[in-house]
Structure formats: structure tokens, C-alpha cells
């Protein structure tokens, strides 16, 4: 389906027709007549599918027509897990309305409160935020739901992983209740489906195919490293190897991707590090030295590479593998985009067995064992390694914050302003 058979309003037309848009993705196709129909809407779509267009085009064309309430607060407010993310969701709606005169900002961590605060005395038509940061300026009295008609829930099962269930709770309960609400997530199952049925009205459930049909064109193979050093020497000869024209390495702490991207330029090779420690000038700057070539290997942790949209990368090499085998799809699902081919490259030490397996059984398939000539591992393959389950359902791991935040009860934010010596997005945060 091609954009113009949506009928859009033609300023929101006449930027597609500029971003250089023209066909519509799955997930385009289908939810954006559910939204613009009003009604609510649950919808599986993996980084990559086109989902933030497929909420920001008709959240645009419901701002375009003239609000029945008076008031300056939000008409749309979008809330992300992370602050990567909603910076790649405002860059994504400024391209779309640029021919639209539609106020947009963000309320996201690690910026100053004074502009936040500014802006959210002024008239504002679409705002994006994060949960941590907007309570902060519930607490305060600062956020006026008034004119509110669209929630969007974008990344929800991250938002939940991260320990921001409560937070979502006590922010939908403080937006108007004929809103109509929107939730994007890369399952619809256990603790999504669950705070699904809690907060949207009758909605239409969209479900993509499944996870091994949608990477079908992404190469996925392991090698077996015996080490550290081994690990290390692998990597290597792959960014040495000439066949990677832009790689994405991810790392599990915010320490061993500053380390490994020191290590890599030691040996000459063009390489920065992403990860949250980084303030945000040198976190964009390093993401635009990727995009311009100054560089051609990230390496970043995954909270740090959440809301990336570089549609180049040719290849994801996890050295190491993520906990939670949803961050697997999370991760490759940045190579291969818009019908390119991609690879993606998982170095397997002694302690990263479990998780192979565990990934092996959310994916429906064994990841392809290769061995680098001259490059090979003293020890074989554990035989506890399981073999994959199609279909099987992850089982999911989540950090103790994250654990003890959903045992909270929802509505604490409004008694932090009597008495409570720690807010409750202060513990959130600490939770994150």
C-alpha cells in the first residue's frame, strides 16, 4: 500500500513525500486505520517495522484538526523507556510535520528542568517523554492533561522490564478517560497483555509474523570462544575482515563498551563507544560520526542503543549475549532493514551457554556454529546446551528494582508532595 491511498492530510503528505517515503510497512498498513479510527490499539512490531510512524502519522492528522478544549497541555504524549528513544521519536515526528505548524518536546532525564519547565507553560500539541522525568513534573504540579486524547505506550515491555509499571499506571490515571490509548510492544503476552487489559478500551490486536519469518534476512551465526582473549581475537578478525561496512557491537555494561571501544582503536580500527554515562552531545555526536563514517563500529550497551535508527548496519555482533533473550530480537533487528540482508554475529564464551539455549528456543531455531580457521576452540560444546523449542515462550529474567517496582501500588506519586522523604520517580530511576 502506498501512502497516498491513506488519505492523509496533505501536510503530513507533503512530508512523506519529502522524507522520500512511498510505501507503507505491515505495520503501517494496519494500524494506522485502526488509530484513525479512534479506537484503541495493541500492536507486536520489532524495531525496524515502521511502528513510530505508524502512531506518529495519525496522532499528526488527529492534531491537525482544531482541539474542542481550551487549555496549552498535551494533545498527544508518547512515553518511551528510554531517553534515546524519545529523541528518535521527536526526530521522527519533526520530519513528519515539517510542513504542519504542530508544537512538539520532550520531558526526558539527563537535562536541565528550567527549558522543561518553560515549555511546558507553553501551548503543546505532542509531547514524548519518559515515565521517571514526567513524574517528577506531576509531583510538581506541572503537567496539564486537559486536552489529552492519545497515549501512547511505545517499547511497552521495556518500560516494564525496566521497572516503570507503576509509573505508566499512575500516568494514565491522571489523563482523561476517553482517551484513546495505544501500545506498542515486541510481545503481547505475561505483564504487557496484562497491563493491556488494564488500560485500553476494546482494541484491536495486531501481531506481526513471527520473530524467525520477520529475520529471514539476517545471517545468524555463533562462534565458541574459550576466553576472554579468544573472544577478543574473534572480534577482530571480523572488523579486519573487509566484509563489515557499519557494525553495531553490544557489550552487557556501560564500563566493557568504553574498554572494548578503547581496545579497538589501540589496533587501528575506527571504532566509539554509546552507553549512558555519556552526556547527550557526545552520545549524538558519536552516533553521527557512525552515520558520516568517521567511525564504522559502535559499541553499546543496549540500553544506550535503544531509539538507533542507522538503516545501514550490516552487521550485529553480540559479544556479549544479552540476559534476556527478547534483547536478542531488540539487538539484530538493527541490521537488515527494508528488505536489505544483514548478519548477525554471537560470540559465545564458557558462561553464555544458558542463554544461547534460551535464545535458541524464543527464535524457533539453532543458531548456526561456525569456527574461524585458525581460530578455533580447545573445548567442544557443552552437552546441556538445549536444543530450541519452536514457539516456546521466553521465560523472562527481570533486575531486582524492576522486581521489587512492580510490587508497588500505583497512586504513591500523589502523597510524595505530604511527607515521603524519596519520591516515587526518584525510585524509579534507581530501579532503571
Same mark, same amino acid.
Given at each position: 500500500m502506498r501512502f497516498n491511498e491513506l488519505k492523509l492530510d496533505p501536510r503530513i503528505q507533503q512530508s512523506i513525500d519529502k522524507a522520500g517515503f512511498t510505501e507503507a510497512t505491515e505495520i503501517q498498513q494496519r494500524a494506522i486505520p485502526v488509530v484513525l479510527s479512534g479506537t484503541d490499539l495493541m500492536a507486536s512490531a520489532q524495531t525496524g517495522t515502521g511502528k513510530t510512524a505508524a502512531f506518529v502519522l495519525p496522532a499528526l492528522q488527529r492534531i491537525l484538526r482544531p482541539s474542542k478544549k481550551p487549555g496549552n497541555g498535551p494533545?498527544?504524549?508518547?512515553?518511551?523507556?528510554?531517553?534515546?528513544l524519545a529523541m528518535q521519536v521527536n526526530q521522527?515526528? /519533526? =520530519?513528519? !510535520?515539517?510542513?504542519?505548524?504542530?508544537?512538539?518536546?520532550?520531558?526526558i532525564g539527563g537535562m536541565a528542568y528550567g527549558p522543561q519547565l518553560r515549555m511546558l507553560r507553553g501551548r503543546l500539541d505532542l509531547l514524548v517523554a519518559t515515565p521517571g522525568r514526567l513524574l517528577d513534573h506531576m509531583e510538581q504540579g506541572k503537567v496539564d492533561y486537559s486536552r489529552l486524547e492519545i497515549l501512547v505506550l511505545d517499547e511497552a515491555?521495556?518500560?516494564?522490564?525496566?521497572?516503570?509499571?507503576?509509573?505508566? &499506571?499512575?500516568? $494514565?490515571a491522571a489523563t482523561p478517560?476517553? /482517551?484513546?490509548?495505544?501500545?506498542?510492544? %515486541?510481545?503481547?503476552?505475561?505483564?504487557?497483555?496484562?497491563?493491556?487489559?488494564? +488500560?485500553?478500551?476494546?482494541p484491536e490486536s495486531i501481531a506481526l509474523a513471527a520473530t524467525n519469518q520477520r529475520h529471514k534476512s539476517i545471517q545468524q551465526h555463533m562462534h565458541h570462544a574459550d576466553s576472554k582473549?579468544?573472544?577478543?581475537?574473534? +572480534?577482530?578478525?571480523? +572488523?579486519?575482515?573487509?566484509? +563489515?561496512?557499519? !557494525?553495531?557491537?553490544?557489550?552487557?555494561? &556501560? /564500563?566493557?563498551?568504553? =574498554?572494548? %571501544?578503547?581496545?579497538?582503536?589501540?589496533?587501528?580500527?575506527?571504532?566509539?563507544?554509546?552507553?549512558?554515562?555519556?552526556?547527550?552531545?557526545?552520545?549524538r555526536q558519536t552516533v553521527e560520526n557512525l552515520r558520516k563514517g568517521r567511525i564504522d563500529t559502535l559499541v553499546a550497551?543496549?540500553? %544506550?542503543? /535503544?531509539?538507533?535508527?542507522?538503516?545501514?548496519? !550490516?552487521?550485529?555482533?553480540?559479544?556479549?549475549?544479552?540476559?534476556?533473550?527478547?534483547?536478542?530480537?531488540?539487538?539484530?533487528?538493527r541490521t537488515g532493514r527494508a528488505s536489505a540482508t544483514?548478519?548477525?554475529?554471537?560470540?559465545?564464551?564458557? $558462561?553464555?551457554?544458558?542463554?544461547l539455549s534460551q535464545i535458541e528456543k524464543m527464535i524457533g531455531q539453532k543458531v548456526k556454529r561456525e569456527v574461524v580457521d585458525g581460530l578455533e576452540p580447545s573445548s567442544g560444546e557443552p552437552s546441556t546446551a538445549a536444543k530450541p523449542k519452536r514457539n516456546a515462550k521466553p521465560r523472562r529474567k527481570f533486575s531486582k528494582g524492576a522486581k521489587s517496582a512492580s510490587t508497588r501500588k500505583p497512586g504513591s506519586w500523589r502523597k510524595a508532595q505530604s511527607g515521603s522523604k524519596q519520591s516515587k520517580s526518584a525510585r524509579i530511576r534507581k530501579a532503571a
Open positions: 494533545r498527544v504524549l508518547v512515553l518511551t523507556p528510554t531517553r534515546e521522527n515526528i /519533526r =520530519q513528519l !510535520s515539517r510542513f504542519s505548524k504542530v508544537s512538539t518536546g520532550s520531558i515491555d521495556r518500560m516494564l522490564d525496566m521497572g516503570f509499571i507503576d509509573a505508566v &499506571k499512575d500516568i $494514565a478517560k476517553e /482517551r484513546q490509548t495505544l501500545l506498542f510492544s %515486541a510481545t503481547l503476552e505475561g505483564p504487557v497483555l496484562k497491563i493491556a487489559n488494564q +488500560l485500553l478500551k476494546k582473549a579468544h573472544k577478543q581475537k574473534l +572480534l577482530e578478525h571480523h +572488523l579486519e575482515s573487509g566484509h +563489515l561496512f557499519k !557494525s553495531l557491537v553490544f557489550t552487557a555494561t &556501560k /564500563r566493557g563498551a568504553e =574498554q572494548l %571501544a578503547k581496545v579497538l582503536r589501540g589496533k587501528n580500527l575506527k571504532s566509539g563507544a554509546l552507553h549512558g554515562d555519556m552526556s547527550q552531545n557526545k552520545r550497551t543496549d540500553v %544506550a542503543a /535503544r531509539g538507533l535508527d542507522i538503516k545501514d548496519i !550490516s552487521h550485529v555482533i553480540n559479544y556479549d549475549l544479552p540476559t534476556v533473550a527478547e534483547d536478542y530480537i531488540h539487538r539484530i533487528g544483514g548478519c548477525a554475529i554471537s560470540l559465545v564464551g564458557p $558462561a553464555d551457554w544458558k542463554k
